[in-house]
C-alpha cells in the first residue's frame, strides 16, 4: 500500500536513475523488514572475509571475527574467547592454509562441528572448472565422456602449488566468493536463503559500482615502477593490468638482509620506479632505508584492513583505499 501510494505521488517527478537508487533501497528495506533472526552461528577469519559475510546477512545476525586489529592471519593464536567461539560455530568462512596456515588445525579439532568453508579451494575449483569448459572443444574424440569435474580438481591438487592467498584483492573473486557465502548460508538456513540470495545480488551489484570506480581512479596513472612491501597484490595486478617492479620480503615477518635491501635500491635507480609501498603494521623503517638518496616516495597499503573499522562496509572502503593509494604515490610523479 505505501508503496502504491508512493509511486502515484512520484511518478511525474522521478528520473530513471532515481527510480533505480530507490527500487534498490526498497528492495534491501524488504530485505531486511522480512528477515528471520538466524540461530546460526557464522564465523569469519579476516577482515574483508568478515565483511563479505556480513553483507549477505544484513538483517539476518551478524558474523564472528576472529583475526581483529593489527593480528596477523600468519601466525595466529587463539585466546580461550576465540577458541569457545570456533567451538560453537556452525559455519566457518576463511581463506584457507595459504595465508591462514596458524587456523588450520584449530578448524580442524576446535571447530570440527562446524561446516567450513575454505575459499580459496573453492575459488580454485571454480577457476579449473571454468578452464575445463573453456577446452572443451580442443579434446581429443576418444576422450572419457563425462569425466567427473571433482576427480580433475583432486588430480590437480597432487601438484598443487603455492598461489597468492589475497583472493579478494581481486573484486571477480569476491563477487564468486559472495556466492559461495549466499549457497552456503542458504544451505544451513533455509528459511532465510531467499533474503542472503538477495542480499548477494545487491552486494554484487556493489562490487560492479566499485570495479568502475576504481578503474576511473587508476586509468590515469602512468604505469610508473613501484616497489611492495610483500607479494600480497597478484589478484589485484592481475585485475587492473599493474606490475611491481620488486617486493621486499615474501615474507612479511622476515626483515630483508642488506644484500636484498642493496638489490632494491639497484631496481630504483634502474628503473623509473617512483614508489616504494609500506604496510600500517609494519612501518617505514625498511622502505625509508631502500628510499634512502633518493626522491622515490612512501605510499602505504592495508591490504587486510587493518586500520578500517569492522562491518560490511570494510571491503569497499578497503579496495577503494588501495587504489587512492596507487594514484596517490604513483600517478603524482613527475
Known sequence: MIFSQFIISSKNSLTLPRISIIAIALTSWFSSAYADETNLKVVTSIKPIHSLVANVMKGTGTPAL????????????LKPSQSRTLQNADLIFWVGPTLEASLQKPIASIGENAVSIELEEIL????????DV??????????????DAHAKHENHN?????????????????????????HELGKADPKNAEIFERNANETILKIDALISEMEN???????????????????????????????ISINPEVKPSAAQIRKLQN?????????????????????????????????TLDPLGFQISNGADLYFTLMKDISNAFAKCIGNKK
Open 134 to 147: 573453456h577446452n572443451d572443444d580442443h579434446k581429443e574424440d576418444h576422450e572419457e565422456v563425462g569425466h
Open 124 to 131: 580454485e575449483e571454480e577457476h579449473h572448472l571454468n578452464a
Open 217 to 247: 581512479t587508476l586509468a590515469p596513472i602512468k604505469k610508473d615502477g613501484y616497489i611492495l612491501f610483500h607479494d600480497a597484490y597478484k589478484p589485484f595486478e592481475q585485475h587492473f593490468g599493474f606490475q611491481s617492479s620488486g617486493i
Open 66 to 77: 576472529l583475526i581483529k586489529g593489527a593480528s596477523s592471519p600468519h601466525g595466529f593464536s
Open 267 to 299: 631496481i630504483i635507480e634502474q628503473h623509473n620506479v617512483a614508489c616504494v609501498f609500506s604496510e600500517p603494521q609494519f612501518g617505514t623503517k625498511t622502505t625509508s632505508l631502500i628510499t634512502q638518496g633518493s626522491d622515490v616516495k612512501i605510499g
Open 158 to 182: 597432487e601438484h598443487k602449488h603455492n598461489a597468492n592467498a589475497h583472493i579478494w584483492l581481486n573484486p571477480d573473486n569476491a563477487k564468486l566468493i559472495i556466492h559461495e557465502i549466499s
